[in-house]
Every structure is written in structure tokens, then in C-alpha cells.
């Protein structure tokens, strides 16, 4: 016990953070340590360091008595203890390979590994012939992994340096795999190429991945080619098993070929014509991006050399691919989404992750590239050198993100060196974070200086975007400081096209618009526009978005308020650029009403208003201007349009639904027109100089009436009126005649906002019949001459606006009309169908796809809204339930009450909603209404996206919406027809 005692305290003056357990250690050992206890301190975890040690030296007592004789070896041979349990388990098992750490220099591999096997290394294709070749490769490799590690943990070798030594040790241990497979397959009849792709193509492998690789195979001299590549096959099998067959000295790696044409769908080996075949017609744009790293790296040389010349012409071609720009958008996507989809502790996918930065580059090589020959380089840090010295990329920012690459590579490496599995999570626990820390050279507060290195290059990683893409755009239209780069207007035109934008020169005229200048607005706009040209770009129409920014910017830009918030609440700024290239109708609307971009803030800005809080303000705003009807009611009509807006960007966010957007358009429409009508019974009051001699109320009629009005909808509606009991009906008549015309007069006269049309066609014996009726003339009309479209008609009636118990008393003596109790008779049940059929035949625009028409095409609104109204129609008298003016509510209350088959009703509200949506979103992104699917493949995409689809996903929508429709329609046949 004494010793232990003296033996811990001499390892606590060493600088043992747990010196009583390194004592108990070195004791049990009754090993001779002295000379080496005082090396371990300086190794980034000297505990681990000590275990392995002294196991080394119970297994190979000599093996100390080398480490104290050889002081480069003891460097070399602690720093991989001190790192890495996995390669201390191997030099345990395998003290000889101590002298391979002895070489403090490059050492040759491909030779090594083919004798390991019993393979002569000279031999044109050497074959294996040891006992137990795969357990002499395992060995072999790992011995060699060792050298690697103890050059790169002793500074004795470049990041660079290390990963090209990686990517040729692995490039070594695949010819030996293929030696071991040669001597399981005849391959006399067949040459095969392994050309490397990823980071072992490209040099930059780190210490244990997957190994990319596409094989390449050509019949020698005579052979039958389908029989060359069987053959080829199983060799290449063969030699995917010899790396990744598990043995007592465990396995290599994985080698994945799924980067080949066609993936993992796709034949194992093909020929270089097939290859070509392939990327000529079929291959994606990311594919190609996937080839800018390919390299021949084992058997056939020459042939893998072929391979990689031919398809280089191809990868330097492909941004004047007609799909560039999706396929750039779909590659932007998958990064994104794994960034989404992983902690900011994956130093690899996470956000300022490596995939980030190395993602930007070939993409920018892809870009730029087929110009200019000096960028096609497949390593990373040499790709971004070239960037920066061709004015591509900002030297400051070209040197802040190679900086940040290579610690995340370095991180990356010593969290794999640990356990040799691949990981790429920053660990949480404080004694692992101390062993990267001390590895990188961090030695006062390890845990927390690593941290605060770790984030500060993240962050600068995670700005690549603007970094990379979209700064230095700026310098080909605005003046900036010299040691900016510089992109040439051509070169600035072809990175805005890769990024989506349809006109590029019109969007670098933006740009100079927006930045051009010494002013502190064109400063922060310089600031503000790199991360906005990424956001526009993710958006379906950029161009438009850049546009309406400018518009925006021009009006509010020197209101101090304005840039300062979208610089300061990135909420904001983001939030305006996904509504600006979206919606051409949100941006008209915010063009004209530019302080609504305070309501970009948060969600809870965006939440619908109640109608009385927006009776409220309007009353208000109407009061406010006394007499001036005309400017009351272009206060009421700016209300609306910047509630047009709210509910427009909440749709657009995804904050509300369907049947909410139509409730709060209609509602927002009701509050215009009870605030209109007031302005309007007040001017009629002050012209005759006395009350208005009769009650008036405004009933709402079909979308409105039913509450769903959209973007696009008129108001329909009806207008009764009520005499006083001591007024003459002439009188009374004459003033509601001049309420209603002042009324439409006013919301019609021309303004800056979306207009709400009155339309009251809908009213007894339409255009041909008076504007405004009584009450009792209603009555007597519908007792009288009413025909069943009327009441189907009146089922959609509600009280809108103005006298609220007349309106009462109309909707109640309207029920018995429109709520049958002995629900429709069989006469008005066949009028009913044979109006409909009728107006499928006859209203159907000439031209349009009838499955593509959202309102009368098959399965569409028309149809789903016939078949609730004909429900109502036959069991409302005698199921209160079904008295609503809405049409998903009625097929609710049809099928609680067993009137409707859940499912039909399940396939028409589907259908219901889904034709409602398209409808909104096609004013929303054309601004103008239209009522069919776009046959136009650009504008059916901007439509796609806005309901959600991938800027790919044009074609899903449409048979998506031929789908729904197509079920909803059957329904209609059963239900509605009868069928």
C-alpha cells in the first residue's frame, strides 16, 4: 500500500488527473515505467495511454526498452496511445508493427499489402497465395493505419498529406482485396477498373468510411462480352467480401457502389460504353457532381484512366443541361433536409457541417468550371484555393472556411481514431472532450477552448450559403472594397441561373438597383441581400421575389425603420422573402400597403382578427371622416387590404386552412360591406336631409354566404328592405334603391387594392328583376314563382351586413323554401339534374381540360357542393343539422346522421378542399384568379410548390388532383345521379 501511495503521488506531481487509479495500474503491471511515465502527461489522455502501455509491455517487455532507446518512436508510438484505444488494441496484439511507427517518413503501401497476402507486387495482376490472406490484409492495413496516425498526432504530416495517405493506403488495400479475389475467379478473359469516387477519389479520405468506388470493365482481345462481364462481377463481388468480411482481426471497411449508373438497381459492372451510354442520357446533375472525384485507384489502371477522361468532357458540360437548375435545387434540398434532420453536434450533415461547405464548392466548381479548366480540382481545400485565387470566392472567406474545414476534418479524425468507428457526433462527456481539446494542441481549458473553437468555425461554416454563393454576386454590380472578389457580370449571371433565377440580368439589375452606392441604405442592403438571394432562391419564383422586394425597398427604404428591422429580426426578412417569391398577389398588396411588413414578425402577428375587432377599426376609420364617404371608405378598403395580407401570408405559412381562409375572407368581406354600407346610408340620410325611411340589411349569397369565399370571389349577394311604419313605400323604395348603388359605387371606385366586386345577380328574376326588394315582395315572390335552382340557391343565405333582425326575419321566411319538410319532390329532383348536367355541358370554358377545371370539371367544387345542397334539399326540413350555409359542415352533419357514406363523404371533401386550395393558390402566384390546373408546365410548377409539392413534384400534383377528383366523381354519380 505504500508504494501505491508513492507511486500516485509522484503521478499527481506528473499531472495525473486521477493519480491513485494510473498508480493501481502501473503497480498491478510489475512493469518498469521509469523514463516513460513523465512522456505520457503531454498525450492528450495519458490514463488511456498508461492502459495500453502497460498491456504493450506484459505482452513485449522489450517493446519498453525500444520506446526509451528511440525518442522520435516514444513521440510517435504515445500520441496513438493517447488517442486511440482501437489502434492500442492492435499494437498489443501486434507489438512487431512498433517499427513501422519508427519510420518518421512516408512509407510505400500498395507493395506492403500485395506481400502481405502472398501476392508478388510486380506481377501484371498479382494474385494472393497466403495461408490466411485475409486476416495477413487486416493486419497489414492496420499496422500501416498506426504510421498514419503517428505522423498526423505528431504534426509530422499536413491535414492533406493525411487524408491523400489514407485515400492511397485504402486505394492498396483494394489491389490486395483483388489479388485475394483473383485467386478465387479466372479473369483471364476480362480487364477491371476500380475507380475511387468520394473522398477516396478525391484524396481525402479520413480513418474509417465507406469506400466510394465504380467498377469499370472491358473483354480482352476475343472475349464474348456478356461472359467478360460475369466474370467481372463475381471478381468485383470477390473483392468487396475480402474488405468487408468479418475475421478474428475484424473487417476494413465497407466498399459501396452505389454511386454507379442507376444505384444499387443497377448492374454491379458495366462497360465503359454502357457507362457512357448512361451518363448521356440518363444521369442526373448530381451524379455528375458525384464525378468530379473519380480516379482510378486499383486494377486496370489504364482502363480506370479511360474511364475518367471520358466522363470528365461530360461533368464540365452539365450546367448547360436543360434540367441544371432542378437538379442544383433538388441537390440544395437533400443537403438542407439532412441538415434539418441532424443535431448541431454532427460535425458532418449538421448545420456548418463538412457537407455544407463541400456541397458549396462543387457546386460552385460545377458553376463556374466549365469556363475555367483551373477549378476542376477533386479535393476540397484545393477546389476552394482555386475559387479564391479566380475571383470566385472572397480570400477572407475563401481562408475563414478552409480554416473551418480543416478542424472539422481534424475533429472528425480524432473522434474515429478513438474506437475506429465511424462517427461524426461531438461527444457530450467532459473527460472525451478534454482528449480532442489536448489532441488539438489545447492545454489550459481543453473542453472549453475546443467548444469555443468548435462553434465559432460551425457558425462560419453555416454561412457559406452567403459566403460562397451570393456575396460576391454583389461585386459584379456594385462598388465594394478591393479585397473583395470579383465575379464578372457573365460569371455573376451564370451562378444567379444556377440558383433557380429565370432572368438573371433582370435580377443583377436588381441587385445594382438595391446596393449600388455609399448611402447607409445601400450599406445595409449590401449586408441584407446575400441572405435574401439565398431565401428567393428556395422560394418558387425568385425572380419575382427579388423583384418585389426592390419594389418594397424603394417605397420604405428611407423609412429608418424598415431595413433595420429586416437586418435585426431575421424572422422577418426570411418570412418576406418566401411570401415575396411566392405570391405576386401578397406582394401587390404589400407594394401598396408597405408598413404590413411588421406583421412578419411572429405567428401570433399573422393570427386571424375576430370580425368584431375588425368592425371595431372600421366603424371607427368611418366615423373619423365624417361626411367624406368616399375617403371612409377608402380608409375601410386599406383595413382590408392589409387584412388581405395577414390572411394571405398565414395561408402561405402553412398557419391556417382551407376552411379557415374562407371564413376569414368572408367575415373580412362582411366587416368591409357593413362599414360601406354605413358610409353609404349616411350620405343617402344626409342628402335627403333625414333618416333613412326604411330598414336595410345586406344577405350574403353563394361563397360568401357560404363562407367560403376565396382570394378571387365577388360578394354575392342580395339587398331587402323594410319601410318604416310611418314612411311611404315610394320613399322607402327610393332610398334603399340609393343605399344599394352608393354601396357598390363605393367599394368599385378605383384604388390601389384588390377590388370587392358586389354582385347581386343572384337576386328574384336576376338581372331583369329590381335591385332591392321588400321583405313582404320576397315573400310573395318565392310563395309564387320560385323554381327549385332558388331554393337550392337560397340554401347558401346568410345574413351579411345592415339591419340585423330584418335580416333575421328574411333568412326565416326563407327556410320553408329552402328546408322542403317533405323534402325535394321527384319533379324538382329531376329539374335539379338536369340543370346540372346541363351546366357541365354548356359552362365549361372552350379549351379547358375538363379534368383539370376546379370548379365545374368532374370531382370538382360544383359537383361536391351539388351533392350536399341536393342532401340539405331532401333531409334538412326534418335534420336541423343539415341548415348551414356551408358545404363541408353538411356533409359532416349528412354523415352523423347516416345520410352519407363515411367514406364518400371522406372522398368529396378531399376533393373539396384540394380544388379550393388550387383555386387560392393560383391567385396567390399569379395574382389574377383562374379556375384550372395550368396546363403551362412553369406555372403548374409555381403552383405545385406552393401547395407543398418539391420544385419537381408538377407532374404528382396534377395526377395527384386528377386522382382526388376522379374518386370524388364517382361519388357524384352514385349519390348525386343516382347511378
Known amino acids: 500500500m505504500p508504494r501505491i501511495e508513492s507511486t500516485a503521488a509522484r503521478l499527481a506531481r506528473l499531472g495525473f488527473a486521477d493519480a491513485a487509479g494510473a498508480a493501481r495500474l502501473v503497480e498491478q503491471a510489475e512493469v518498469d515505467l521509469d523514463g516513460l511515465l513523465e512522456s505520457l502527461v503531454a498525450v492528450p489522455d495519458p490514463a488511456l495511454a498508461l492502459t495500453s502501455l502497460t498491456r504493450l509491455a506484459e505482452r513485449e517487455p522489450a517493446a519498453l526498452d525500444r520506446l526509451r532507446a528511440d525518442e522520435g518512436l516514444r513521440a510517435r508510438v504515445l500520441a496513438v496511445l493517447g488517442v486511440s484505444a482501437a489502434l492500442g488494441d492492435h499494437l498489443v496484439r501486434h507489438p512487431g508493427q512498433l517499427e513501422l511507427l519508427a519510420v518518421p517518413t512516408l ?21 494472393a497465395s497466403a495461408a490466411d490472406p485475409l486476416v495477413a490484409l487486416r493486419v497489414a492495413y492496420r499496422g500501416r493505419l498506426a504510421h498514419v496516425a503517428a505522423r498526423d498526432l505528431t504534426g509530422q504530416a499536413t491535414l492533406p498529406e493525411v487524408t491523400a495517405e489514407l485515400s492511397d493506403l485504402a486505394g492498396a488495400a483494394l489491389e490486395a482485396a483483388l489479388a485475394i479475389a483473383r485467386a478465387e475467379v479466372d479473369d483471364d478473359e476480362v480487364r477491371l477498373a476500380v475507380v475511387g469516387m468520394g473522398k477516396c477519389g478525391a484524396r481525402e479520405l479520413n480513418y474509417i468510411s465507406d469506400v466510394d468506388v465504380i467498377f469499370v470493365a472491358e473483354p480482352r482481345d476475343g472475349a ?24 478474428p482481426e475484424g473487417s476494413l471497411w465497407e466498399v459501396d457502389a452505389g454511386l454507379r449508373p442507376e444505384g444499387r438497381s443497377g448492374p454491379l459492372v458495366r462497360t465503359l460504353a454502357s457507362h457512357l451510354a448512361y451518363y448521356r442520357r440518363w444521369a442526373k446533375t448530381w451524379e455528375f457532381q458525384a464525378l468530379l472525384k473519380a480516379r482510378p485507384v486499383a486494377g486496370d489502371l489504364e482502363l480506370g484512366a479511360a474511364y475518367v477522361e471520358e466522363v470528365n468532357e461530360l461533368v464540365w458540360s452539365a450546367a448547360t443541361r436543360d434540367n441544371f437548375v432542378e437538379d442544383v435545387q433538388a441537390m440544395r434540398r437533400r443537403v438542407e433536409a439532412h441538415v434539418r434532420s441532424e443535431g448541431e453536434r454532427q460535425i458532418k450533415l449538421g448545420p456548418g457541417g463538412l457537407r455544407d461547405i463541400e456541397f458549396a464548392v462543387q457546386l460552385l466548381q460545377l458553376v463556374h468550371g466549365r469556363l475555367d479548366p483551373l477549378l476542376r480540382r477533386r479535393a476540397t481545400l484545393p477546389a476552394l484555393a482555386a475559387l479564391s485565387r479566380g475571383g470566385y470566392v472572397a480570400r477572407d472567406d475563401s481562408r475563414g472556411l478552409a480554416e473551418a474545414y480543416s478542424f472539422l476534418r481534424q475533429v472528425e479524425h480524432l473522434l474515429q481514431l478513438h ?14 472532450l478534454r482528449r480532442l481539446g489536448r489532441a488539438l494542441g489545447m492545454q489550459v481549458d481543453p473542453v472549453g477552448e475546443f467548444t469555443t473553437r468548435w ?89 419575382a421575389g427579388l423583384l418585389g422586394f426592390r419594389q418594397v425597398s424603394d417605397k420604405l427604404g428611407a423609412t429608418p425603420w424598415y431595413l433595420r428591422l429586416l437586418r435585426d429580426e431575421t424572422a422577418v426578412a426570411a418570412r418576406m422573402a418566401r411570401v415575396l417569391g411566392t405570391s405576386r398577389y401578397a406582394t401587390g398588396l404589400l407594394t401598396n400597403a408597405p408598413e404590413a411588413v411588421g406583421l412578419l414578425g411572429s405567428d401570433q402577428e399573422l393570427a386571424v382578427r375576430s370580425p368584431e375587432a375588425l368592425f371595431g377599426e372600421a366603424s371607427a376609420a368611418v366615423s373619423r371622416h365624417g361626411d367624406d364617404t368616399e375617403t371612409a371608405v377608402a380608409a375601410v378598403r386599406a383595413l382590408r387590404r392589409r387584412e388581405l395580407f395577414r390572411i394571405a401570408v398565414a395561408d402561405i405559412s402553412g398557419l391556417i386552412d382551407i376552411e379557415r381562409v374562407g371564413v376569414a375572407l368572408s367575415s373580412l368581406n362582411d366587416v368591409t360591406i357593413q362599414a360601406a354600407l354605413d358610409a353609404a346610408i349616411g350620405k343617402v340620410s344626409a342628402e335627403s336631409r333625414g333618416p333613412l325611411p326604411t330598414r336595410f340589411a345586406v344577405i350574403a349569397m353563394g361563397r360568401l354566404g357560404g363562407m367560403e369565399s376565396s382570394y378571387a370571389s365577388d360578394a354575392d349577394v342580395m339587398f331587402v328592405h323594410h319601410p318604416l311604419p310611418d314612411a311611404a313605400e315610394r320613399d322607402a323604395s327610393d332610398a334603399a334603391f340609393a343605399v344599394a348603388n352608393e354601396l357598390r359605387r363605393l367599394l368599385a371606385l378605383p384604388a390601389p387594392d384588390p377590388p370587392l366586386l358586389i354582385d347581386p345577380d343572384l337576386r328574384p328574376e336576376g338581372r331583369q328583376g329590381p335591385l332591392v326588394r321588400t321583405l313582404a315582395s320576397y315573400r310573395a315572390y318565392y310563395a309564387r314563382w320560385s323554381s327549385p335552382w332558388e331554393a337550392q340557391a337560397l340554401l347558401r343565405a346568410r345574413f351579411s351586413a345592415g339591419d340585423a333582425e330584418l335580416g333575421a326575419a328574411f333568412l326565416a321566411g326563407i327556410d320553408e323554401l329552402r328546408y322542403p319538410a317533405g323534402g325535394v319532390t321527384d319533379g324538382a329532383l329531376r329539374e335539379i ?43 334538412a326540413g326534418t335534420t336541423p343539422s343539415l341548415r348551414t350555409t356551408r358545404t363541408l359542415e353538411a356533409l359532416r352533419a349528412a354523415t352523423a346522421h347516416e345520410l ?30 383562374g379556375d384550372s390546373v395550368p396546363a403551362d408546365a412553369r406555372e403548374r410548377n409555381l403552383i405545385a410548390q406552393t401547395l407543398g409539392y418539391p420544385p419537381d413534384g408538377s407532374e404528382d400534383f396534377r395526377d395527384d388532383y386528377r386522382r382526388v377528383t376522379r374518386r370524388a366523381r364517382h361519388v357524384v354519380d352514385r349519390v348525386f345521379y343516382g347511378a
Not at 464474348?224 to 468480411?245: P, S
Not at 441561373?497 to 446596393?515: F, M, T
Not at 379547358?848 to 360544383?862: E, F, M
Not at 367514406?903 to 368529396?908: T, V
Open 224 to 247: 464474348d462480352e456478356t461472359k467478360a462481364l460475369r466474370t467481372a462481377t463475381r471478381l468485383a463481388q470477390a473483392m468487396m467480401r475480402a474488405c468487408t468480411v468479418a475475421t
Open 107 to 127: 512509407v510505400e503501401h500498395r507493395a506492403a499489402l500485395l506481400r502481405a497476402v502472398g501476392a508478388e507486387p510486380d506481377a501484371a495482376e498479382p494474385r
Open 419 to 432: 474506437r475506429m468507428r465511424r462517427t461524426h457526433v461531438l461527444p457530450t462527456d467532459a473527460d472525451d
Open 455 to 543: 462553434r465559432r468555425h460551425a457558425n462560419e461554416a453555416r454561412r457559406l450559403h452567403e459566403k460562397l454563393f451570393y456575396r460576391p454576386l454583389l461585386q459584379a454590380v456594385a462598388r465594394l472594397p478591393d479585397s473583395e472578389a470579383r465575379l464578372s457580370t457573365a460569371a455573376a449571371a451564370a451562378r444567379l441561373r444556377a440558383l433557380g433565377y429565370v432572368d438573371p440580368d433582370g435580377a443583377l439589375r436588381h441587385i445594382a438597383a438595391l446596393s449600388a452606392g455609399v448611402s447607409r441604405r445601400a450599406s445595409i442592403q449590401r449586408t441584407l441581400l446575400p441572405v435574401m438571394l439565398g431565401w428567393f432562391a428556395d422560394t418558387p419564383d425568385p425572380d
Open 833 to 875: 339534374r338536369r340543370l346540372k348536367a346541363r351546366m357541365e355541358a354548356e359552362r365549361l370554358p372552350r379549351g379547358a381540360d375538363p379534368a383539370l377545371h376546379t370548379k365545374l370539371g368532374p370531382g370538382g367544387l360544383s359537383d361536391v357542393e351539388w351533392v350536399a345542397q341536393l342532401l340539405q334539399l331532401r333531409h
Open 900 to 929: 352519407l357514406d363515411a367514406g364518400d363523404a371522406d372522398e368529396l371533401s378531399r376533393a373539396w378542399r384540394f380544388a379550393s386550395r388550387i383555386r387560392d393558390a393560383i391567385m396567390l402566384v399569379k395574382g389574377r384568379p
